[in-house]
């Protein structure tokens, strides 16, 4: 079991720029480094699925834009971005002026990734390593990025932040369109062409979304 989590990351990625968002750079998995071959090689032999916090989503990207573009939507607000991951979407929230952030996700690697990004980004994210959903607490904006690629997790995350949304929480999903998003509930704001690892999407443009509840 790897203990420190900060030194397997810094060992095994790159700090790199967020294609399109020049502003944001994470410590990601890059082509061409051992980490990559071997995540490569682990997801053929269906070994697991990546390391959600080593990459940019899709989902996550186009939240970023969006909140870069619409900074009123956050700024002085109290923001959650759920399933974090690298923790990208938090960083945009609070550069964009969001009073106070977190950043939620079950992986103590991605509230490694989370902290660390913060810090190269000289932002302030609060980590948190449990599980939300159901949660009542205050938030003003709930963000969450690709939330909806597995069939037994789409349906319980999407009713709770319906449920949120509904109570009056400004909730924002970023989806390129995966298999379990509840389309007939929500209308796109906006939709980007953002990069995206061939290896995980089998593309490397993929149009994204960010989606409101109706």
Known sequence: MIEDCDAFIRANTRLSQVSSLLRIKLHLATAGTPFWQEIEDEMERGLGPPPFWAFAWAGGQALAHYIGEHPAEVTGKKVLDFAAGSGLVSIAAALAGANHVEASDLDRFAAAAIALNAVENAVIVKTRLDDLVGSDEPWDVILAGDVTYQRYMAPRITDWLEARAKAGTLVLIGDPGRAHL???????????????????EAVTMKRTDVWRFI
Request: a positive charge.
């Open 182 to 200: 509840p389309r007939e509930k929500l209308r796109s704001l906006a939709s980007y062409d953002v990069a995206v690892p061939l290896m995980l």
